[in-house]
Each structure stands twice: as structure tokens, then as C-alpha cells.
């Protein structure tokens, strides 16, 4: 794992009450998805932020995330949803299906550094809007390491530390307030519900979100969609919300904070 943690260019040695902390990484991006900002603070997500949203199988990763793209688009962002686990014609009937009014755009890039550098131009084509990547999933990148297209158990970490690295450089050439993306990465978990991959990926990120479905038929929630925040750099930690899955979607019916602080 290499991450670039020197890019603010802050020397070694320098007294931390002389690092000037540039004003637009002190905004927050709400998206207006309720459950969505409340699990991340209350207010959305910090410009440079990188979150993992892991999830069961079915429990509607795509179906929120959808929202959330759809949501900050019709707030003015430029918003990419990158999947190789579903076509274009299934998100669209995704999006058809929840009615709604913003619109993302689309990818169907498997190899990261070309992902990247689509971004990139789409950023520079488009200068005046904040970015957005929603990459689904990270499991099915290739980060580009073998010529062959060859994948290995490293070839996640490495796709995430690109990832990671890329949304926290600051883009030259654009203005101060959109110099730094936001990237929501989609995780797999195994059949414990434990997240996929090595440990070390929860060491390249800000926050991670975790979405399961209420099993406990005695529970008030019983069949609501959990989405719990376990860590977050740039807020507090510990939200839970439930939501209730219907055909335009997901509808928050309650939420519990606990006194987790990241």
C-alpha cells in the first residue's frame, strides 16, 4: 500500500499550527439523501473524501446509490456511476423504476487508470461542477499491474490506493472549489457479512458505510434496510438508519446515533 499522503506538500517537521487548511476542504457536499449525509455526519461528504459502502447481496446498494448520484446531480454535480456488475440498460431501468429527476452519468470501464483518466477528462471538460465517482464495484477492477488483464488478491488494494491517491489530489487548472473529487466505492462482502479483502483496504479510506436487511422477525424494523457507519474521518461515526424498500425505492423510517466519534 502506497498512498500519496504527501501531496498537500506540508514538509516533515512542521508545526501544525502552520498548516493552512485550504478553504474548500472545510464545505461539506450533502446530497439531500437523508440516511445517506446523516451516516456520514449529518452533512455529506467532505471534498477528497473516499467512503466504502459495503453491503449484502440484495439488500439495494444500487437502488441507494442511484438515488445519490441522481440527487447530486440535480445539485449541479457532474456525478459518474462506473459499474461492470450491471448494464446501462439495467440502470436505466433502475433509474426509470425510482422516478428520478437528476441524471449521472455512465460508465462501463473495468481498468481503473483508463477509469481515472475519463474522470479527469470529464472534469477538465466540464470545470465549473464538483465530481462525483460511484465506482460498482471495486472487486471487478483491474488495476492494470499485468498486461493480461490477470487478477489477483491484490489487485483490489491496488485499484483502491488509485483510487484513493486520485480523489485526494488536488486537479490543476479548475476552480479552488472543485479542485478535489469525492469517490464512493462499492465493497462485496462475504457470506458472514464480513467485508471482502484484506483489512488493509479500511486503512485507504475516510468512512465506511455498511447496508444490510433487518433478519429479526420480533423487531419493530423487521425486513428495513440497516445502513450503519462504522468509521468516518471527517465526522462522527455510529449512525444507524432504517429504510423501507419499496417500488420508487428506499423511504428512511428511523435512525439511531450511538457515541461512536470515528
Same mark, same amino acid.
Given at each position: 500500500?502506497?498512498?500519496?499522503?504527501?501531496?498537500?506538500?506540508?514538509?516533515?517537521?512542521?508545526?501544525?499550527?502552520?498548516?493552512?487548511?485550504?478553504?474548500?476542504?472545510?464545505?461539506?457536499?450533502?446530497?439531500?439523501?437523508?440516511?445517506?449525509?446523516?451516516?456520514?455526519?449529518?452533512?455529506?461528504?467532505?471534498?477528497?473524501?473516499?467512503?466504502?459502502?459495503?453491503?449484502?447481496?440484495?439488500?439495494?446498494?444500487?437502488?441507494?446509490?442511484?438515488? #445519490?448520484?441522481?440527487?447530486?446531480?440535480?445539485?449541479?454535480?457532474? @456525478?459518474?456511476?462506473? +459499474? %461492470? *456488475?450491471? &448494464?446501462?440498460? !439495467?440502470?436505466?431501468?433502475?433509474?426509470?423504476?425510482?422516478?428520478?429527476?437528476?441524471?449521472?452519468?455512465?460508465?462501463?470501464?473495468?481498468?481503473?487508470?483508463?477509469?481515472?483518466?475519463?474522470?479527469?477528462?470529464?472534469?477538465?471538460?466540464?470545470?465549473?461542477?464538483?465530481?462525483?465517482?460511484?465506482?460498482?464495484?471495486?472487486? #471487478?477492477?483491474?488495476?492494470?499491474?499485468?498486461?493480461?488483464?490477470? @487478477?489477483?488478491?491484490? +489487485? %483490489? *488494494?491496488? &485499484?483502491?490506493? !488509485?483510487?484513493?491517491?486520485?480523489?485526494?489530489?488536488?486537479?490543476?487548472?479548475?476552480?479552488?472549489?472543485?479542485?478535489?473529487?469525492?469517490?464512493?466505492?462499492?465493497?462485496?462482502?462475504?457470506?458472514?457479512?464480513?467485508?471482502?479483502?484484506?483489512?488493509?483496504?479500511?486503512?485507504?479510506?475516510?468512512?465506511?458505510?455498511?447496508?444490510?436487511?433487518?433478519?429479526?422477525?420480533?423487531?419493530?424494523?423487521?425486513?428495513?434496510?440497516?445502513?450503519?457507519?462504522?468509521?468516518?474521518?471527517?465526522?462522527?461515526?455510529?449512525?444507524?438508519?432504517?429504510?423501507r424498500m419499496g417500488n420508487r425505492g428506499l423511504t428512511l423510517v428511523g435512525q439511531v446515533s450511538s457515541d461512536l466519534t470515528g
Amino acid at each position: 500500500m502506497q498512498l500519496n499522503v504527501s501531496i498537500d506538500g506540508i514538509e516533515f517537521g512542521t508545526s501544525i499550527r502552520d498548516v493552512v487548511v485550504p478553504p474548500e476542504l472545510r464545505v461539506k457536499r450533502p446530497s439531500g439523501v437523508k440516511a445517506f449525509d446523516q451516516g456520514l455526519g449529518g452533512e455529506g461528504m467532505t471534498p477528497s473524501m473516499v467512503t466504502l459502502f459495503t453491503g449484502e447481496a440484495g439488500a439495494g446498494k444500487t437502488t441507494l446509490l442511484m438515488e #445519490v448520484a441522481a440527487a447530486y446531480s440535480e445539485r449541479g454535480y457532474n @456525478v459518474v456511476f462506473n +459499474t %461492470a *456488475e450491471e &448494464s446501462a440498460y !439495467q440502470l436505466r431501468m433502475t433509474y426509470d423504476r425510482l422516478q428520478l429527476k437528476g441524471a449521472p452519468l455512465i460508465g462501463q470501464i473495468s481498468r481503473c487508470p483508463d477509469l481515472l483518466e475519463q474522470c479527469d477528462y470529464i472534469r477538465e471538460r466540464d470545470p465549473t461542477k464538483p465530481f462525483i465517482l460511484i465506482q460498482d464495484s471495486l472487486q #471487478v477492477l483491474d488495476d492494470g499491474k499485468f498486461k493480461n488483464g490477470r @487478477v489477483t488478491c491484490a +489487485t %483490489a *488494494e491496488r &485499484s483502491l490506493e !488509485q483510487i484513493t491517491n486520485w480523489t485526494k489530489a488536488r486537479m490543476p487548472g479548475v476552480p479552488d472549489e472543485v479542485a478535489f473529487a469525492n469517490s464512493i466505492v462499492i465493497g462485496q462482502v462475504n457470506k458472514s457479512g464480513k467485508m471482502a479483502g484484506s483489512a488493509k483496504l479500511m486503512h485507504m479510506i475516510d468512512a465506511r458505510m455498511h447496508m444490510s436487511v433487518e433478519k429479526d422477525e420480533k423487531s419493530e424494523w423487521f425486513d428495513c434496510r440497516k445502513i450503519f457507519t462504522p468509521k468516518n474521518r471527517f465526522g462522527g461515526a455510529g449512525m444507524l438508519s432504517f429504510m423501507r424498500m419499496g417500488n420508487r425505492g428506499l423511504t428512511l423510517v428511523g435512525q439511531v446515533s450511538s457515541d461512536l466519534t470515528g
